[in-house]
Nanobody, 124 residues
Framework: QVQLVESGGGLVQAGGSLRLSCAASERTFSIFRMGWFRQAPGIEREFVAS????????YHADSVKGRFTISRDNAKNTVYLQMNSLKPEDTAVYYC?????????????????WGQGTQVTVSS
């Protein structure tokens, strides 16, 4: 059982930056990709970005492309989401995800493990 622990959320003004971290309890070779999803009140959980553990293959949703960057540190079993130029519509709970799926764009059913979520609030 892989446990994922997020950190780094908080309150920021529009145009500001935050960096989220997701530490995995272990590096299992069955997990191929790590990713981030987000969920705002009353809205379905949506895919944000994903990255391969073994390569540096990364993919970002169109809504965050050019503003957010996913990265990983294999030595620390940690994945990051650098969020720049934040907008009020980025306000959501952000969830870290781990999956055996190799596809770059992830769906909620693809996820094998979820983190507990971290709140990101962007004020206008």
């Amino acid at each position: 059982q892989v446990q994922l622990v997020e950190s780094g959320g908080g309150l920021v003004q529009a145009g500001g930056s935050l960096r989220l971290s997701c530490a995995a309890s272990e590096r299992t070779f069955s997990i191929f990709r790590m990713g981030w999803f987000r969920q705002a009140p009353g809205i379905e959980r949506e895919f944000v970005a994903s990255i391969s553990w073994s390569t540096r293959s990364a993919y970002h949703a169109d809504s965050v492309k050019g503003r957010f960057t996913i990265s990983r540190d294999n030595a620390k079993n940690t994945v990051y989401l650098q969020m720049n130029s934040l907008k009020p519509e980025d306000t959501a709970v952000y969830y870290c995800a781990a999956t055996r799926v190799t596809r770059a764009t992830l769906l909620v059913p693809d996820v094998d493990y979820w983190g507990q979520g971290t709140q990101v609030t962007v004020s206008s």
